[in-house]
């Protein structure tokens, strides 16, 4: 089992920042994937951006390119989200998920690719 802890959500300002992290406890050394997933209110959750814990591509959805960065800190079994210059519709409940052995890259933005999640961290973007 692995367990997912998210944190750092808040409110800002259009054009502001915010620095998510998720932290993993338990069986971290099976976890090949980690990524980050939003959900609005009425909509699906959408993947934003997902990395490997070891090396390899990293990817994004494409309306977050240039914006947000996710990075890792394999000593802290953390990954984080940097988010800068935020928009309104990047507003949403922020999930952290990892995904154990090699997936097609073609469907990393799909929430049923992912065998753990955690609980979520919201994010507000005012405008």
């Known amino acids: 089992q692995v367990q997912l802890v998210e944190s750092g959500g808040g409110s800002v300002q259009a054009g502001g920042s915010l620095g998510l992290s998720c932290a993993a406890a338990?069986?971290?050394?099976?976890?090949?994937?980690i990524g980050w997933f939003r959900q609005a209110p009425g909509k699906k959750r959408e993947g934003v951006a997902v990395r490997p814990t070891g090396s390899g591509l990293i990817s994004y959805a494409d309306s977050v390119k240039g914006r947000f960065t996710i990075s890792r800190d394999n000593a802290k079994n953390t990954v984080y989200l940097q988010m800068n210059n935020l928009k309104p519709d990047d507003s949403g409940m922020y999930y952290c998920?990892?995904?154990?052995?090699?997936?097609?890259?073609?469907?990393?933005?799909?929430?049923?690719?992912?065998?753990?999640w955690g609980q979520g961290t919201q994010v507000t973007v005012s405008s």
């Open positions: 338990g069986k971290t050394s099976s976890v090949d994937w």
């Open positions: 998920a990892a995904k154990q052995g090699p997936f097609s890259r073609s469907t990393w933005y799909l929430p049923a690719s992912y065998d753990y």
